[in-house]
């Protein structure tokens, strides 16, 4: 069983859906990155978040240390925010690297 | 700022060749990684470095070497090519490491390298 779970693996919407992805992990940590992986092959880094919540134009992470997960939302989406969202820990048992879900790949349709 | 640069863009090797993967980075960052992505295995650690002059092994270094001679520069070398390393390999940077503040991690553009 992968340490990092997304969740689900493909999703396809309509142009203003709102979107939400999901990515559990199996202990603690000390924080959560999620990424974006555009068709082109180049990462970016969306956000980095050890509690709370935290609000970047229309995408919104969330993260509850308790429950041991997080879900990255996206409001009135558009065809350009088709990617791959990754999912990545640090601090899994306290070891310090990042551990990468399986990725999460958005295709919005016009 | 150009951010993280990586070059070459594409690569092709024969078995057993030798070549060196280069990351420059521009934004004074004091760790650098490589990571390589495969399909259905996700990114994945090949080593990093927390400053100028050190390296450490991520999670999978066997078959690379590293070096930080320069802050700005992060070089990945594998010395006998087995077609195993194709793959897409990613450069990264970030501030300070992983899971303080200022971990956000800024990656080049890729390398993608055929070993055949």
């Known amino acids: 069983k992968n340490e990092v779970e997304q969740s689900p693996q493909n999703l396809t919407a309509q142009e203003g859906e709102f979107i939400t992805i999901n990515c559990s992990y199996s202990?603690?940590?000390?924080?959560l990155h999620w990424l974006q992986q555009h068709p082109g092959g180049g990462i970016v880094s969306l956000f980095m978040?050890?509690?709370g919540k935290k609000k970047h134009g229309r995408l919104i992470a969330t993260i509850n240390i308790q429950e041991k997960h997080s879900s990255l939302h996206i409001t009135a989406s558009h065809p350009r925010d088709s990617a791959v969202y990754i999912c990545?820990?640090?601090?899994?048992?306290?070891?310090?690297?990042?551990?990468f879900g399986q990725g999460t790949r958005l295709t919005i349709n016009p | 700022n150009a951010g993280v640069t990586q070059t070459p863009k594409f690569r092709v090797l024969k078995t057993g060749q030798s070549m060196t993967l280069l990351c420059a980075q521009d934004?004074?960052?004091?760790?650098m990684y490589w990571y390589r992505q495969d399909p259905g295995m996700g990114l994945r650690l090949i080593h990093y470095?927390?400053?100028?002059?050190?390296?450490a092994k991520g999670e999978v270094p066997d078959g690379y070497n590293v070096s930080r001679l320069k802050k700005q520069n992060f070089l990945l070398g594998l010395e006998s090519a087995a077609p195993s390393q194709t793959s897409v390999y990613f450069c990264?940077?970030?501030?300070?490491?992983?899971?303080?503040?200022?971990?956000?991690?800024?990656f080049g553009p890729g390398t993608r390298l055929t070993v055949t």
């Open positions: 990264a940077s970030s501030y300070t490491f992983f899971g303080g503040q200022g971990g956000e991690q800024y």
């Open positions: 202990v603690g940590i000390s924080a």
């Open positions: 978040l050890s509690s």
């Open positions: 990545a820990v640090n601090g899994l048992r306290g070891a310090q690297k990042l551990v």
């Open positions: 934004m004074n960052h004091e760790y």
């Open positions: 470095s927390v400053g100028e002059g050190t390296t």
